[in-house]
Structure formats: structure tokens, C-alpha cells
């Protein structure tokens, strides 16, 4: 079956550093992968995306690979600031045919960024 | 850009209580997701709707129900509420093209007392 498996948090880092969160799927074919953002209080907002091998989702500094070979779409950001401190989600939307596309989530990373 | 709304933002009921959710996707979006999260939790799919049928069904209780409408509305009819129902809901919209994105709304935070 589908399934998403993020490093576990909680991430505490300081302002500037660099930062990696972790994350593997397994799915037939080739599903789409995501990486969603909560912030304290609020909800889940698509942070950036990948549809297919070898592509790279970016937005707001954070990037992500989509690695078919190691299964994997890690989330990345070169200097990270107190402004990022959030839960992060990978999630996958698998190939399928009609319209069911529920996202399968991992269990969420929490990054706390100190000043 | 229009954003998915939910109402109300929060909500606060008895045990045994019903409680309804609504919500409003993006225009021009044609499927509808739910999902309901614990604290500390993932997000668990709910139900879904396309063109106003249901495309498909997760963990749902029995006790809820959901339909969406002509105008793409959908609501969330939760009935014999129980402490366990105490979350966040999140309904989510996609697009009639690049389904698999999900745009999702701010949640509405039920609590049951």
C-alpha cells in the first residue's frame, strides 16, 4: 500500500542553520509528493510540490527533489529563520484513476527555530 | 486569490450534541475532501466529493454524514457527538485540472464538552 515516513521531531535549530527534514514513500508508479506547512494555530498550506522524477519543488527558500531511486523527497532550506518554527507534512497524492485523490501523510515533523 | 472557507472557525458543543460543519472550496474547484485531525496528529481523510457524489470514503464514523451541493458547498453533519470528536477539521478543494493538489481551508476547531 501508500505510505509516507518522515524523520521524527521535534527539530530545534538556531537562526541560520541549515536545515534537512526527511522523507520516504511507497507507492506503485509514480505519485505526486507534497510538502504541507502548519503554523501554531493555524492550517495546512501547501508549502511546495513535485509531480514527477527528478523534479525540484521550491518556494519561500525551502526545495525539495523527487527521487524515484530512493524513494524519497526530502524538504531543505539553507538558512532557516524564527519565522519557519512549524509542523511540516510530506504527503502523497498516489496515481490513480477518476478523482480519488486522498492525500496519504506522514506523522509531521515539528521545527522549532531559536533566535 | 480565493481561498477555501470554512465556517464557523470554532465551535463548542455538549456530548450527544449534533454540530454542522460547511464548506466553501475555491471557484472553479470540483472536489471536495475532509479530514479531521487530532492534536499532535496527521490529518485522517474523512470522505470526498466530486461533482456532488461522494469519490470516496475513509475513516468516517457512522454518526457522520456529508453531501456536497449544486453550488459545490459541501457540509459536514456530525450527529451524537462524543469527547473523541474533538479536532480539527480541515475540508480541502482541488481543481478540475492538476486533481492532486489540495488546497486546504483554516480549519474549524470543535471541541466537545
Known amino acids: 500500500g501508500n505510505s509516507v515516513t518522515q524523520m521524527e521531531g521535534p527539530v530545534t535549530l538556531s537562526e541560520e542553520a541549515f536545515l534537512t527534514i526527511n522523507c520516504t514513500y511507497t507507492?506503485?508508479?509514480?505519485?505526486?509528493l507534497f510538502w504541507y506547512v502548519q503554523y501554531p494555530g493555524e492550517g495546512l498550506q501547501l508549502l511546495l510540490k513535485a509531480t514527477k522524477a527528478d523534479d525540484k519543488g521550491s518556494n519561500k527558500g525551502f526545495e525539495a527533489t523527487y527521487r524515484k531511486e530512493t524513494t524519497s523527497f526530502h524538504l531543505e532550506k539553507g538558512s532557516v529563520q524564527v519565522s519557519d518554527s512549524a509542523v511540516y507534512f510530506c504527503a502523497l497524492s498516489p496515481l490513480a484513476a477518476g478523482n480519488n485523490r486522498k492525500l496519504i501523510w506522514g506523522l509531521g515533523t515539528s521545527l522549532a527555530v531559536n533566535p | 486569490a480565493a481561498g477555501v472557507i470554512q465556517s464557523p472557525r470554532h465551535l463548542i458543543k455538549e456530548k450527544r450534541e449534533t454540530a454542522t460543519l460547511k464548506c466553501y472550496p475555491i471557484p472553479r474547484h470540483d472536489t471536495v475532501y475532509w479530514y479531521q485531525q487530532g492534536p499532535g496528529q496527521d490529518p485522517q481523510f474523512l470522505i470526498s466529493?466530486?461533482?456532488?457524489?461522494?469519490?470516496d470514503k475513509g475513516s468516517i464514523p457512522d454518526r457522520f454524514s456529508a453531501q456536497q451541493f449544486s453550488d459545490y458547498h459541501s457540509e459536514l453533519n456530525m450527529s451524537s457527538l462524543e469527547l473523541g470528536d474533538s479536532a480539527l477539521y480541515f475540508c480541502?478543494?482541488?481543481?478540475?485540472?492538476?486533481?492532486?493538489?489540495?488546497?486546504f481551508g483554516p480549519g474549524t476547531r470543535l471541541t466537545v464538552l
Open positions: 466529493f466530486y461533482e456532488k457524489m461522494q469519490s
Open positions: 480541502a478543494s482541488s481543481p478540475r485540472t492538476g486533481k492532486d493538489t489540495q488546497y
Open positions: 507507492a506503485t508508479g509514480y505519485p505526486s
